[in-house]
Structure formats: structure tokens, C-alpha cells
């Protein structure tokens, strides 16, 4: 019997984002479902375009590399921080609602 070599379905795009099965589904998305008690199935029936096998393939990636994922996952979340006070500073998020309402009555 051959053992072949199998490939983890994760490719980082040109944003430096880690998508999985060639899917718009992220590294992220996987691995905080499964923290937060998804199973598998779950997830995969949760994103569809994600095959079982690969959210398999995604939480082994996980579990045998935690430090190296959630220092990624950490870099994530500081971009993420980052750029939401970039927007908020550029957009004032207070009275957006009223302001949008505002707008809707006018058209």
C-alpha cells in the first residue's frame, strides 16, 4: 500500500489572508467556529462551499500548529482592530442610524 502525501486545502491570497478550499471562507472563520464547540459537520453544513474533508483537514492544520495559528489569528485581530479605528476615524460612527433614516425619508 502507497501512503500519499496529502495537501492541507489553505492558500494565502494576495491580502495575505489564509482562505480554505479555494473558497472566500477564512482560516478564521474555521477555527473560531470550532473553538466556540462547532463540530465538523456543523461547520461544513454552516459553509457549503467548504468540503467535510477539508474542515477536517483545517482543524488538524489547528490542533497541530495552535501557537502558529493563533499568532496569525492574533495578527488578524490587530489588523482588524487597526483598521476599524482607521474607518471610525474617517466616519463617524455616532448617529449613523439617525443619519441613514434621515436620508431614507428624502428619497
Not at 502507497?2 to 489564509?18: F, K, M, N, R, Y
Not at 488578524?76 to 448617529?95: C, S, T, W, Y
Request: proline share 4%; net charge negative.
Amino acid at each position: 500500500m502507497a501512503i500519499a502525501t496529502e495537501v492541507i486545502p489553505l492558500e494565502t491570497d494576495e491580502h495575505g489572508v489564509i482562505r480554505v478550499s479555494n473558497t472566500r471562507v477564512t482560516l478564521d472563520t474555521i477555527v473560531t467556529a470550532f473553538k466556540d464547540g462547532a463540530t465538523a459537520e456543523e461547520i461544513a453544513q454552516q459553509y457549503p462551499t467548504v468540503p467535510l474533508a477539508d474542515v477536517y483537514y483545517v482543524i488538524d492544520y489547528y490542533l497541530h500548529r495552535c501557537d502558529e495559528v493563533e499568532a496569525y489569528l492574533g495578527k488578524r485581530k490587530l489588523e482588524a482592530d487597526e483598521l476599524q479605528i482607521q474607518m471610525e476615524a474617517r466616519f463617524n460612527p455616532v448617529g449613523i442610524r439617525e443619519r441613514l433614516l434621515a436620508r431614507q425619508k428624502w428619497s
